[in-house]
């Protein structure tokens, strides 16, 4: 009994009886699989289609790096700037969104952005407006610091 006690006190204290943000959505997958994971990545690719068909509309200077991730997309950003780690702050700054600097992940990274698109439609479109917003800022920015 005073094992079951201590086992108790762990879990609860880490809170790892709690459950995670993920903890329905994982026992979604589990009872309902197929169906439950169709849906699922028909929506995150309806959502890729989203931000590949507005980026190349508005920021044709972002090249979308073509791959096989049903929620990460890659931007090539080389002809923004020389530095995503620069960028990334930039757009954090002026509009909240936070995306990942290509070197993060080591590599050739430092010109390229990760954007994790898994969320509503309705954020996505929000953040999708505020990204092009900031790139059209950034670039304007970089005009001015360069005269």
Same mark, same amino acid.
């Given at each position: 009994?005073?094992?079951? @006690?201590?086992?108790?006190?762990?879990?609860?204290?880490?809170?790892?009886?709690?459950?995670?943000?993920?903890?329905?959505?994982?026992?979604?997958?589990?009872?309902?699989?197929?169906?439950?994971?169709?849906?699922?990545?028909?929506?995150?690719?309806?959502?890729?289609?989203?931000?590949?068909?507005?980026?190349?509309?508005?920021?044709?200077?972002?090249?979308?790096?073509?791959?096989?991730?049903?929620?990460?997309?890659?931007?090539? *950003? !080389?002809?923004?700037?020389?530095?995503?780690?620069?960028? *990334?702050?930039?757009?954090?700054?002026?509009?909240?969104?936070?995306?990942?600097?290509?070197?993060?992940? !080591?590599?050739?990274?430092?010109?390229?952005?990760?954007?994790?698109?898994? *969320?509503?439609?309705?954020?996505?479109?929000?953040?999708? @407006?505020?990204?092009?917003?900031?790139?059209?800022?950034? !670039?304007?920015?970089?005009? @001015?610091?360069? @005269?």
């Amino acid at each position: 009994m005073k094992k079951l @006690k201590k086992v108790e006190r762990a879990i609860n204290t880490d809170e790892v009886a709690e459950p995670n943000i993920l903890a329905i959505q994982a026992f979604e997958a589990a009872t309902k699989s197929k169906a439950w994971l169709d849906k699922l990545l028909n929506y995150l690719s309806i959502n890729k289609h989203l931000i590949i068909k507005q980026l190349n509309l508005h920021i044709p200077e972002i090249k979308i790096i073509k791959s096989n991730a049903t929620y990460l997309i890659w931007l090539d *950003c !080389k002809n923004i700037c020389d530095d995503s780690s620069v960028l *990334c702050n930039y757009i954090k700054e002026k509009t909240g969104l936070i995306l990942t600097p290509g070197e993060v992940f !080591k590599g050739n990274g430092k010109q390229f952005i990760r954007w994790n698109f898994a *969320c509503s439609k309705k954020l996505l479109k929000m953040a999708i @407006k505020k990204f092009i917003s900031a790139i059209k800022d950034f !670039k304007s920015y970089n005009l @001015k610091k360069e @005269k």
